[in-house]
């Protein structure tokens, strides 16, 4: 039976901030103090998430952590990200329903590792198989290429995401992914070219120096060292946790699974690397005639190994650093660059690429990781996007984040109070208006196409004239100067005029986060992210497989006068698609908060946490939440959990849950005004309600507990002594068996003793008559015989004559030779055996001899006649090597009872030699595996040997690829030792044509099968002389040019019973062979 939990069980503080009681931010933020101190980073607020992160790794993530939340109700455990993973996948899974799960919190709340556990636990849940783990594997493997690419060290975190992403997981019916399609929003491309002090720019500079190898680096032209690099900052280089070379080496292996081929990483890192020789390059003013300065490049290195890089003609890039050339309809005007404006074209340069690059290699996992059937899917989106920034110096970037951020909370707000009146109305509840901030006022003073902040800066980028952030400035105070949310010194607002916290050139809106001061300065240069159109067309010009289309734009047959659209232009309208995009998904929220800003573990600083508390609005949330009711819950589980409190309900209830739910509030007494019948779920409106309940439910547990211990403990008694009985019975009975077999055995002995006297007596009384029977028979069978012999003599006495002795003396000789030769029937028919009956009589001596003889002889021939051909050239050649090795060398012994078998590796069977064996013109005699002795340190290299009746072959083992091949004619003698080893040398004829190689030192198990073969065929053949045999403990061999003295020495080696090779100077090799 399955145990049914909740999350009310042995919780720390209050699991759901719907529950807190008193509710006030005091409270909140004690609450969330308490259960970070226990480690509890995890809270909810209904159905939304809390996440705070806790600087260090917690064993919370594990598989089995997986498996415990898989298919669980989202409030049948602790809280916990996996949880609502869980109710998001099984709603897409089961119900059809898309979902979204937004990740908010500003810079260093731990957004990043939020994503990445949600997909972490999609991946682990859903199903298996080759294709689904592969479509997972590359989904999960893009993160570290975007973090490589789009991430960098901050003031707030060492791996701050500085771009926002978006990614749509597709699913199909069963549930498996399918693919995803990632979306990224704005680009901190600033950064490429300054970084505040303390921050480095993206992770994928840093790790390019340090993780690549040395060849890499000078194919790319770069050094390691950073300090050679402007676009570098050096005092935050090296950040502690962060290993660069080892995170290059795990980009460049997600970038291989995702489906990047090798040239495309080239071409990626040559893109970075030529961003970093851009930033190098410097320029110096050079007087014209007309007065004005024009730019020049100083040192021209960077400027050539950049455009080497690149493919782009050094010229044309220079002069784009110098001119200017503007056109308007049919006219062209080239005008010169001063120093200021030359940086200012280097930097644009430098962003535009680097910026293009960064959604080239989106687009490109996108087509990695994109869904290929066609069918309808179900979508999990996935948002990833900056917190709401409140900087020192805010400046244009934090004005978009923070309008991206106030259409976040707009949408947040709408969807939490309708999935709240949905449930109501679900419920048949009635629903209360809920009174709450709406930013719909900062949202349209933003975004209005005719008044807002940004048609107005877009609308003072596109003005004639000369426009500064000074005159648009001037333009917002004189257009939202009444607005409510927007404050400025210079808006002839009396209220604002003598505050000091507000400079002249700046401006301040109310956000729902609080207050945030914007400088203007940089405002329009950055709206308008212009690269001049020199550039680009330069760009279009280099031969780099990438910059065609990274910047389409440059193609001169397609100059298009019209003027770019702006950024903050582009930013709304994808702001916009997204909005419109989470509003037909259904919505899961995590929150994410920084427990202080030293990015440590255990430190939990009030005040931090209590103003993002505030911006993020979670105590207003909690407050919308609670507005009517604050707890809910279906009737089975509230059943389930209170039933213990009603003698009606406990221990089973039979009938409808929600009767079972009324008996039991009835009975404990609960005011009808705290709680309301749903269709499904009973709503109870207090919290101190609910509390309430949970403390009688836990005195009724003890209570219970002590009733279970009771029960246990008499059962547990009366089990112990029935078992004792029963273990007596068992006992007794199995004595009394032992004493009755005992018994019976006594009785069996001596009734078999007795039996076998009596069987002995009669058995004696039975041999004594039948010994007196055959006495008898015997005693007739004697006289009779001597009767009838006496009757043979005295009727063949009338017959005997004068030659009766000689035909008894023939007789005699006849009997004599008949028995000698039925004698010679028990001589074996074995050649071997020399054993011959001893001669009976001397008249046999000759006859003895002879027939000795002759017996022999034919039984040779006999045992000859039974020889196939095969087998005649096997004893031949062992026949040879007997005559060859015989008491010379000290391995032959073993060898005689070993059959030459020939073909040791089976090359007509074998299909791994199949293409060697194909290559033999001739018939293969041997095939063996041989090692060739190195020279160099006396190993051996294994290799096959081929020997035909025209030439031997060396081959390589694994691939059957032949090394070597030598005609037999070349081939002049073998050396070999006299002791046990396996080695023998092949000399070749000096002159001929294989003899350039060198001899083979070799080493075989089948030493005598292979010299016995190669002298055979030299003494068969006709065409070529006998191969000499040289047996000798030292001899020399040609390698190459020069000639080694291979010594044999007894010894015992290192390695076991087998001969070990080493070499001791350049010209000798000493063998080392086991003592007999």
């Known amino acids: 039976m399955e145990v049914k939990t909740s999350l009310l069980d042995n919780m720390i503080g209050v699991g759901d901030m719907v529950l807190l009681e008193p509710l006030n931010e005091d409270s909140f933020i004690m609450n969330l103090r308490n259960r970070f101190d226990h480690n509890e980073i995890y809270t909810y607020i209904g159905s939304v998430v809390i996440s705070m992160n806790p600087y260090r790794s917690l064993p919370i993530y594990t598989p089995q952590k997986v498996e415990e939340y898989r298919n669980r109700n989202f409030y049948e455990l602790s809280p916990h990200i996996y949880a609502l993973a869980d ?119 840093y790790q390019l120096l340090s993780g690549a190898s040395d060849d890499t680096l000078m194919k790319l032209k770069l050094d390691r060292d950073f300090s050679k690099y402007n676009y570098l900052s050096l005092d935050s280089a090296n950040v502690n946790g962060l290993d660069d070379a080892a995170s290059f080496r795990t980009v460049r292996n997600a970038m291989q699974i995702v489906g990047f081929m090798e040239a495309e990483v080239q071409s990626v890192l040559e893109l970075v690397a030529a961003v970093l020789k851009l930033g190098n390059i410097e320029f110096k003013p050079e007087s014209r005639v007309n007065g004005f300065d024009e730019s020049r490049v100083k040192d021209k290195n960077d400027l050539k190994e950049m455009c080497e890089l690149l493919g782009i003609e050094q010229s044309v890039l220079e002069r784009a650093f110098s001119y200017r050339t503007v056109e308007a309809k049919m006219e062209k005007m080239s005008t010169t660059l001063n120093v200021a404006q ?251 908060i920084k427990p202080n800003d030293k ?77 309301a019948y749903g269709r499904s779920k009973i709503f109870i409106r207090n919290p101190r309600t609910l509390f309430t309940l949970e403390e009688r439910r836990r005195a009724c547990l003890e209570d219970l507990a002590t009733l279970i211990q009771k029960i246990y403990r008499g059962w547990k008694s009366r089990t112990h002594f029935l078992l004792l009985k029963k273990s007596q019975v068992v006992v007794a009975a199995w004595y009394r068996r032992y004493a009755q077999q005992n018994k019976y055995q006594k009785i069996k002995s001596a009734t078999l003793v007795m039996q076998s006297f009596i069987r002995g007596w009669k058995a004696r009384n039975i041999l004594r008559q039948l010994k007196y029977e055959k006495r008898c028979k015997e005693a007739v069978t004697t006289i009779a015989a001597y009767w009838h012999g006496t009757q043979v003599r005295r009727e063949y006495r009338k017959f005997f004559r004068a030659n009766a002795g000689k035909k008894i003396y023939d007789f005699t000789i006849q009997r004599i030779m008949q028995k000698y030769f039925l004698g010679l029937k028990t001589t074996t028919m074995s050649p071997m055996d020399n054993n011959w009956p001893a001669k009976p009589y001397g008249f046999l001596e000759g006859a003895h001899t002879q027939l000795r003889r002759i017996f022999h002889l034919w039984r040779c021939k006999k045992y000859r006649g039974q020889f196939t051909e095969e087998k005649k050239a096997v004893y031949e050649e062992k026949l040879e090597a007997s005559e060859i090795f015989k008491d010379k060398k000290a391995l032959y012994p073993s ?55 025209s030439n031997f072959v060396l081959a390589d083992q694994k691939t059957g690829q032949v090394k070597a091949s030598v005609p037999l004619p070349d081939l002049a003698s073998v050396s070999v030792s006299t002791q046990s080893d396996g080695f023998f040398a092949l000399k070749l004829k000096e002159g001929s044509a294989s003899a350039s190689k060198g001899d083979f030192l070799l080493s075989s198990e089948h030493l005598i099968e292979i010299i016995t073969k190669l002298h055979r065929i030299g003494t068969t053949a006709a065409d070529r002389d006998q191969i000499n045999i040289d047996i000798s403990d030292e001899f020399l061999v040609q390698f190459k040019q020069d000639k080694v003295c291979v010594k044999f020495i007894q010894g015992g080696p290192k390695n076991g019973n087998s001969a070990a090779c080493k070499r001791k100077n350049n010209r000798l090799l000493e063998v080392s062979v086991p003592s007999p």
Not at 87 to 92: G, Q
């Open 87 to 205: 109710e998001a996948y099984r709603s897409l899974r089961d119900q059809d329903k898309d979902q979204c799960i937004l990740i908010t919190g500003e810079s260093g709340a731990g957004k990043t590792e939020a994503s990445k556990l949600v997909m972490s636990y999609v991946a682990a849940v859903c199903g298996k198989g080759q294709e689904v783990n592969k479509v997972k594997e590359q989904l999960l493997q893009s993160n570290p290429v975007l973090e490589a690419f789009g991430n960098a060290k901050t003031m707030r975190n060492d791996n701050s995401s500085r771009f926002g992403k978006y990614m749509d997981i597709e699913f199909d019916f069963k549930g498996d992914p399918l693919g995803g399609v990632i979306s990224n929003y704005l680009l901190e491309k600033s950064r490429v070219c300054k970084q505040p002090k303390g921050e480095r720019n993206f992770h994928i500079f």
């Open 342 to 592: 030359a940086y200012y074209a280097r930097d644009a340069l430098a962003k535009n690429l680097y910026s293009r690059l960064f959604s080239w290699l989106v687009t490109r996992i996108n087509e990695s990781i994109k869904a290929q059937a066609k069918t309808r899917h179900k979508v999990m989106g996935v948002l990833d996007i900056y917190g709401f920034e409140i900087f020192e110096d805010n400046s244009f970037e934090q004005f978009i984040i923070n309008y991206c951020n106030e259409k976040l909370q707009q949408i947040f707000i709408e969807l939490t109070l309708r999935e709240e009146q949905e449930e109501y109305i679900r419920e048949d509840i009635e629903w209360t208006n809920i009174e709450y901030f709406n930013n719909a006022v900062i949202c349209d003073l933003i975004e209005n196409n005719q008044n807002g902040i940004l048609a107005m800066l877009d609308e003072e980028c596109l003005r004639p004239g000369t426009v500064t952030d000074d005159t648009f400035l001037d333009k917002l105070n004189t257009i939202c100067a009444e607005h409510q949310h927007f404050e400025s010194r210079l808006n002839k607002n009396s209220k604002f005029l003598t505050d000091h916290s507000l400079p002249h050139s700046c401006f301040r809106i109310q956000h729902y986060a609080g207050k945030v001061l914007y400088r203007v300065e940089g405002f329009v240069d950055k709206n308008n992210d212009l690269l001049y159109r020199d550039l680009s067309q330069a760009m279009y010009k280099a031969t780099h497989s990438l910059m065609r289309q990274l910047f389409p734009e440059g193609n001169p047959a397609k100059v298009n006068l019209k003027r770019p659209p702006t950024a903050g232009f582009q930013f709304k309208a994808s702001v916009g698609v997204l909005m419109k995009n989470l509003q037909t998904k259904n919505p899961n929220y995590i929150r994410c």
């Open 599 to 675: 990015k440590v573990a255990h430190i939990f600083t009030d005040s931090l946490v209590c103003h993002q508390v505030r911006y993020l609005g979670l105590v207003e949330n909690v407050r919308v939440r609670r507005a009517g009711y604050a707890f809910r819950q279906p009737y089975e589980s509230c059943l389930e959990r209170y039933k213990m409190l009603c003698k009606k309900t406990w221990p089973h209830w039979r009938g409808p849950a929600r009767d079972g739910v009324e008996v039991l509030l009835t009975d404990c007494s609960v005011p009808t005004e705290e709680f």
């Open 895 to 949: 060898s005689v009872s070993q059959p030459f078998k020939g073909d040791y590796l089976e090359i007509q069977k074998n299909p791994k030699y199949q293409k060697l064996n194909s290559a033999m013109e001739e018939k293969v005699l041997l095939a063996d595996l041989v090692n060739k002795i190195n020279r160099a340190n006396g190993k051996g290299s294994p290799r096959l040997f081929l020997l035909t009746k």
